[in-house]
């Protein structure tokens, strides 16, 4: 999915990754594992407000968080420095 194509508050908005929520996504979780995916994949997973901690956390114990963006910010690149 090209995120950047979704418009918000339409019946595509993009919504929480998080199990059960309907919210309207706000951040950009990028992230990758290590063994499965090069160093310059990105995965992503959306959060809302409320579960962007959350969601941070499950996946920063596990070495897989690399970056975390607000959502209308997110250009889909790996951040540099």
């Known amino acids: 999915m090209d995120l ?3 418009a918000s508050g339409g019946p ?6 998080a199990k059960g929520c309907r ?3 706000v951040w950009v979780l ?3 594992n290590p063994k ?3 160093p310059e994949r990105r995965k ?7 579960h ?11 070495g897989f968080l690399k970056d975390v963006v607000k959502f209308d910010e ?5 951040a540099t420095g």
């Open 36 to 38: 499965l995916h090069t």
């Open 52 to 62: 962007r901690e959350h969601l941070s956390q499950f996946l920063g114990v596990r």
């Open 44 to 50: 992503t997973w959306l959060a809302c407000d409320e």
């Open 4 to 6: 950047s194509q979704l």
């Open 12 to 17: 595509d908005s993009p919504v929480c990754s």
């Open 23 to 25: 919210a309207d996504a």
């Open 74 to 78: 997110w250009d889909g690149e790996p």
């Open 30 to 32: 990028a992230w990758n």
